[in-house]
């Protein structure tokens, strides 16, 4: 199936590894001209290289931006126009806010889960949409996480923010069904990612478990019985945000190996 990305301008933030580099790859191995986004200058030169070297495509390209900074989101979006002339899609990512109950985390920790989470959405939307709208297509995918579905117990933070962006999506796929624009939600569940890595340790230390012990105890409770590939969750992502995908929008889906239960 030819999914109609080659020479399309796309932006993936947080991209420099994890889910983020997973799908960047894979908008670039079906041609797109991909810009890809970070805080970590070093962290994205090694990806650009490395995307670059298995896909054979040339037009992967980086900026280092912190999703926290309004002025650092324009400049992103500004670099993708004057590299491509437009944006046509747009798939935003963000570091999953710190582990903790309500009672673990004060003031500051909202507040930067906000402007981590749920407000750099908001601000990389608003920046790309008047190049979509004057185009009158577009795709935009927002990752969280399979607690919008489900919440995840001592993640109380993503729990909150992740249901937020559920809302956003929702309600923008209302508002920008005219343009032709398309917008959902993707959450990953039991990805192996550094995230789920870092998680499973904190939980290791709070139950008194090894990490292999809740690695394992995860994975008995995924139908599909094991941790999913970014890859795989990357080629979800990218059937959406093709031109195969013309006529699912609003919609949250979760590629989680059967593990959430929830409707």
Known sequence: MDLGLKGKSVIVTAASKGLGKATAKQFAAEGAHVLIASRSEKQLQQSVQEIQSETGNEK??????????????????????????????????????????????????????????????????????????????????????????????????????????????????QELAADNILINTVGPG????????HLDQVTAKKTGKTQEEIRSQSEKMIPIGRLGQPEEFAKAVVFLCSEANSYVTGQSLLVDGGLVKAL
């Not at 039991?190 to 890595?197: E, L, N, Y």
């Open 60 to 173: 992967v390209a980086y900026i280092v931006c912190d999703m926290r900074d309004k002025q650092a989101i324009k400049g992103m979006v500004d670099k993708a126009v004057s590299w491509n002339g437009s944006v046509d899609v747009l798939v935003n990512n963000a570091g999953g806010p710190p582990a903790g109950n309500f009672s673990d985390v004060n003031d500051e920790d909202w507040q930067q889960a906000f402007e981590l989470n749920l407000l750099s959405f908001v601000r990389t939307i608003r920046e790309v949409l008047p190049y979509m709208q004057k185009q009158k297509s577009g795709h935009i995918v927002n990752f969280t996480s399979s607690s919008m579905k489900q919440p995840i117990d001592n993640l109380i933070l993503s729990n909150t923010f992740r249901t937020g962006i559920v809302g956003l999506a929702k309600s923008l796929s």
């Open 190 to 197: 039991r990805i192996a990612t550094d995230r789920v890595a």
